[in-house]
């Protein structure tokens, strides 16, 4: 487990600058939801989920919930990615996770109604960047197509993990908008309290050569701070007029 000084130390070098954000129905705002499902939140789901409970997860999925709650009582926008794969077509160098029929393509049991929900768009994306694999065969892409068809100005993103799915989709999003590719989007907001990501430890690592270590606080951090510099806002709460 890496120190708390690690952490602290890390967090004093490279600083992440988050505030409150209080959502105006007056700013066309939409909810992305990375990967909430049941093979990387519900613990012994699969090969990629929590092995026990874990704090940090756990309290993504409450805030996930929570913001759902908020946009679907509101009619805002939701776009929910779900992890999905063939169990031909692997994804190095992660195991096999999240087939298709094994229910950990699901999303997690609190998040079930958005299946039902007119206000929310779920996609399955077998790639770790929502954006990327949001492109259909014939180029179009769905995720251009909602924040189009929507006339979205911002997009708060939630969901899991902060430094691979969740960073790799935000900087993908920021390139497109930064070239003209998302109008009228503008503005991409990064909720850390409904992100998170896993925890391998080093000393697990250590047993397994295809293992890398990867602690967890420290790589949300991580996480959270590459995500600010590619351009997004950081929100360290998320709050509602």
Request: charged content about 20%; proline content about 7%.
């Amino acid at each position: 487990m890496v120190s708390s000084n690690t952490v602290e130390l890390l967090r004093e070098e490279i600083p992440v600058n988050q505030q409150p954000f209080t959502l105006s129905p007056n700013i066309k705002t939409g909810l992305v939801l990375v990967d909430v499902v049941n093979g990387f939140c519900t613990v012994g789901a699969g090969n990629l989920a929590p092995k026990q409970p874990d704090e940090r997860i756990s309290h993504m999925v409450e805030e996930s919930v929570r913001l759902s709650k908020a946009f679907s009582e509101r009619k805002w926008p939701i776009f929910a990615f779900l992890d999905c794969h063939h169990p031909d077509q692997p994804e190095p160098p992660y195991p096999p996770h999240c087939i298709i029929g094994s229910n950990e393509e699901k999303l997690v049991p609190d998040l079930l109604w958005l299946e039902n929900d007119p206000n929310a768009t779920l996609r399955q994306k077998d790639c770790i960047d929502g954006f990327l694999g949001s492109t259909e065969k014939d180029g179009s892409n769905v995720f251009i197509d909602w924040v189009k068809n929507n006339e979205i100005k911002q997009i708060l993103v939630a969901g899991i993990c902060t430094d691979i799915c969740v960073l790799d989709f935000v900087s993908s999003v920021l390139s497109a908008r930064n070239r003209g590719f998302l109008s009228p989007l503008e503005n991409v907001i990064v909720s850390s309290q409904a992100c998170a990501t896993y925890d391998l430890p080093l000393h697990v690592a250590k047993t397994n050569k295809d293992f890398v270590s990867h602690p967890q606080e420290l790589m949300h951090h991580v996480g959270l701070y590459i995500a600010r510099g590619r351009g997004a806002n950081i929100a360290s709460e998320v709050l509602f007029e």
